[in-house]
């Protein structure tokens, strides 16, 4: 770990904290901290209601193998959006969304290879 850095942690993590109003001691709702930044939460079941097609992955992955798939960021253009998995529990998927969340990079930046 690079000098500074649990020090720099910490801050951000306060700074986020106030932003969303609660303490160092309460729990932080990454629900709230997605909407706060302005990223879009979808489950499987979102999608596949609104594309017919995406019918036999909700199946694979929320009843056949929930396994293999908790959680994806994806990038819109400039927006991040994530897809979670609507066949855990949603403590569950609390906690899978923190993991995107706790990145810095709030929106999604296209370079393209070479």
Known sequence: MRRGFKAEAKRLALE???????????????????????????????????HSEATAALRHFTEI????????????????????NSGHERPRRASTRSVPMSSRQRSCAWAPAG
């Open 16 to 50: 986020v904290r106030e932003e969303l109003g609660v303490t160092a001691h309460e729990a932080m709702d990454p629900y709230a901290l997605a909407k706060l930044y302005g990223i879009d939460v979808f489950t499987l079941h979102d999608v596949a209601q609104d």
């Open 65 to 84: 193998r929930p396994d293999v798939f908790s959680a994806a960021v994806l990038c819109l253009g400039p927006r991040r959006v994530i897809v979670e």
